[in-house]
């Protein structure tokens, strides 16, 4: 069975460019996570989706982020214009339904680097 | 809210050695805790999970975590550590609420 897919693995920018981060879960997850990691510090949530819709994104900084899962599948995460800031592993996972106790898969991530 | 503590950002054991990494959590319901394992390149894997149940609960790899209420405590253990075990532990509150890492490093 194929594990969560991120792509790209790596993306170098300037600043103020715009970013896209792509995620394919495992298939039959109706549930799908975007989380950012700084270096040193453990994942943050910025979104979760169950099927198509966004039932979390309180984290998400709305002004310059933002993201879709269309189709309830495959899903984007893009940041415009980037900035020095985000600099950070951005990791894609996806669980079964979603639920406190359910396991979630995560993918190898992507990380960013604003120049 | 819902909040972990990692004591002890490094880890360093010898091989064959036991390991204790040291999660304490904060939560104002009965709490769901993980702990996941991060290899060099590689996305979080699901080491083990405590729901409900036994408070000793046993994971991947020879792991294992005891739930411990009194103590806020849900410090992850292994009897003797591989080279392979070198990696990076995060402990979880409900999935969601992530502690800062600690990175286990094996000595040969």
């Known amino acids: 069975e194929a594990g969560v897919v991120q792509s790209p693995r790596y993306k170098i920018i300037e600043k103020k460019q715009p970013v896209a981060f792509w995620c394919n879960p495992i298939?039959?997850?109706?549930?799908l996570y975007w989380y950012l990691q700084n270096l040193g510090q453990g994942p943050e949530l910025l979104i979760r989706?169950?099927?198509?819709?966004?039932?979390?994104d309180s984290q998400l900084p709305k002004d310059r982020f933002s993201a879709e899962r269309l189709k309830g599948v495959d899903s984007t995460l893009k940041i415009q214009p980037a900035e020095l800031g985000d600099s950070a592993v951005y990791l894609c996972?996806?669980?079964?339904?979603?639920?406190?106790?359910?396991?979630?898969?995560f993918g190898p991530g992507t990380r960013l680097t604003v120049l | 809210a819902q909040s972990v503590t990692q004591l002890g950002s490094h880890v360093s054991v010898s091989e064959g050695a036991l390991v204790l990494l040291r999660c304490n959590y904060s939560?104002?319901?009965?709490?769901?805790l993980f702990w996941y394992v991060q290899y060099p390149n590689q996305g979080l894997q699901l080491l083990l999970k405590?729901?409900?149940?036994?408070?000793l609960v046993k994971g991947i790899n020879g792991f294992e975590a005891e739930f411990k209420k009194s103590e806020t405590s849900f410090h992850l253990t292994k009897p003797s550590a591989h080279m392979s075990d070198a990696a990076e532990y995060f402990c979880?509150?409900?999935?969601?609420?992530f502690g800062a890492g600690t990175i286990l490093r094996v000595k040969s």
């Open positions: 979880a509150v409900s999935d969601l609420v």
């Open positions: 939560s104002s319901v009965p709490p769901y």
């Open positions: 989706y169950e099927n198509e819709e966004a039932v979390d």
């Open positions: 298939s039959g997850h109706n549930t």
């Open positions: 996972a996806s669980s079964l339904d979603g639920g406190e106790t359910d396991t979630q898969y």
């Open positions: 405590y729901t409900t149940g036994a408070t």
